[in-house]
């Protein structure tokens, strides 16, 4: 079974996920958390093996969550799903030890493999989503005259 934490601050999400993932024979919610201070808790507590999470919550944002989580366990597998696709969303998701980073509008069977994906040691980042990644990465490298 693939023991799974949900850390999202909208009730109607939570439930959704509960739901989905309560279906699949492979997978089971071991807590759900409304805030990222509570998420960063309950993934002290339980150990689940993969952690969905929102970057917009109350008491710490989801790259905190990331971050304080990482720091504990690097080896930590964790997928941002979230409505905001900027670039530097991303680069902060990713760049904090994300392995996944997913929209809200994702089909399910696309949440479902993720998490499996992410699960079996791999990344999931959907081709829109890589694409700003890696525009981001490249201005990273431009010197600021250059992206002037």
């Known amino acids: 079974m693939i023991r799974v934490l949900l850390a999202d601050d909208h009730a109607v999400v939570l439930e959704g996920l509960v739901a989905m993932i309560g279906r699949q024979p492979d997978m089971e919610v071991v807590a759900e958390a409304d805030n990222g201070l509570d998420a960063v808790e309950l993934w002290r ?7 969905l999470v929102d970057l917009r919550m109350p008491g710490l944002d989801g790259t905190g969550v990331i971050t304080e989580i990482r720091r504990v366990d690097v080896g930590a597998r964790i997928i941002v799903l979230t409505t905001f696709d900027t670039h530097e969303e991303i680069y902060r998701a990713v760049k904090a030890g ?11 069977g696309e949440v479902l ?25 490249h ?3 431009l010197t600021e005259r250059e992206q002037d």
């Open 113 to 137: 493999e993720a998490v499996r994906r992410v699960h079996a040691g791999h990344y999931r980042l959907p081709a829109e989503l890589a694409s700003k990644l890696a525009l981001r990465l």
């Open 45 to 51: 507590t339980h150990r689940p093996d993969v952690l």
């Open 98 to 108: 994300a392995a996944g980073y997913l929209l809200k509008d994702a089909r399910r």
């Open 139 to 141: 201005d990273e490298s």
